[in-house]
């Protein structure tokens, strides 16, 4: 079965900080997969998705990147943090585009 | 475009019934629903397609208006596990790109 590892738990950083949040997706290949952020209380917004390896699109511009280095790894990088960028952080992977999406059990984080 | 759920927060007792509507203003693909409880990663709950298609299992439905561009959640004889938050996703194209909707809690009390 397939199963979605997102890691770490939850996360404190000083503003100017460097960020880096890991993916990984096992039991399947070539999935399509997704980074959302969810702000207290909000819904959820999608930051980046990827079809592919080195595949990645952005759709918020902002300070955050991502890549994918291998087939099931998604990684959020951010060279320095900024207090906006506080939030849960949510990975996500689908078969094919369209369908439904699985989520990662999330990284709370807070930049102070 | 962020589609717009209503209401924002339903309270419920055990055993009624409750709807939660999601609308968009440009023609849609594809809606998502999805249940997230607090702290947690929200869980799939079904997706509908634009033919205006009704779906469901056990006592939660939903029903997809492609002229309205509107889809409707029905959650029937809630139980306490219903509580969390619901958003609908919805996708103006096959490609994959949810855009959320703000979210509704829902609260089921015994």
């Known amino acids: 079965s397939q199963t979605i590892h997102q890691w770490p738990a939850t996360l404190v950083q000083p503003v100017g900080s460097p960020l880096s949040l890991e993916c990984t997706v096992e039991?399947?290949?070539?999935?399509?997969l997704y980074w959302y952020r969810q702000a207290a209380g909000r819904g959820l917004q999608l930051l980046f998705y990827?079809?592919?390896?080195?595949?990645i699109s952005s759709e918020v511009p902002q300070n955050l990147s991502a890549s994918r280095p291998q087939d099931r790894q998604f990684i959020l990088s951010s060279k320095k943090l900024l207090l906006s960028d506080s939030g849960f952080y949510l990975c996500?992977?689908?078969?094919?585009?369209?369908?439904?999406?699985?989520f990662g059990s999330g990284t709370q984080l807070s930049v102070l | 475009q962020q589609p717009v759920q209503s209401p924002q927060a339903v309270i419920l007792r055990e055993g009624e019934d409750a709807v939660i509507n999601c609308s968009s203003s440009?023609?849609?693909?594809?809606v998502h629903w999805y249940r997230q409880k607090h702290g947690e990663a929200p869980v799939f709950l079904m997706i509908l397609l634009k033919g205006g298609e009704q779906k469901g299992h056990e006592k939660i439905s939903a029903s997809f208006n492609e002229k309205k561009q509107q889809s409707s959640l029905y959650l029937t004889a809630s139980q306490l596990s219903y509580s969390g938050t619901y958003f609908c996703?919805?996708?103006?194209?096959?490609?994959?790109?949810?855009?959320f909707g703000q979210g509704t809690i829902l609260t089921v009390h015994p």
């Open positions: 990827s079809v592919g390896i080195g595949q």
């Open positions: 440009k023609a849609l693909y594809s």
């Open positions: 039991g399947t290949s070539n999935p399509n």
């Open positions: 996703g919805t996708e103006r194209t096959s490609y994959g790109k949810l855009t």
């Open positions: 996500a992977w689908s078969a094919l585009p369209g369908e439904k999406l699985f």
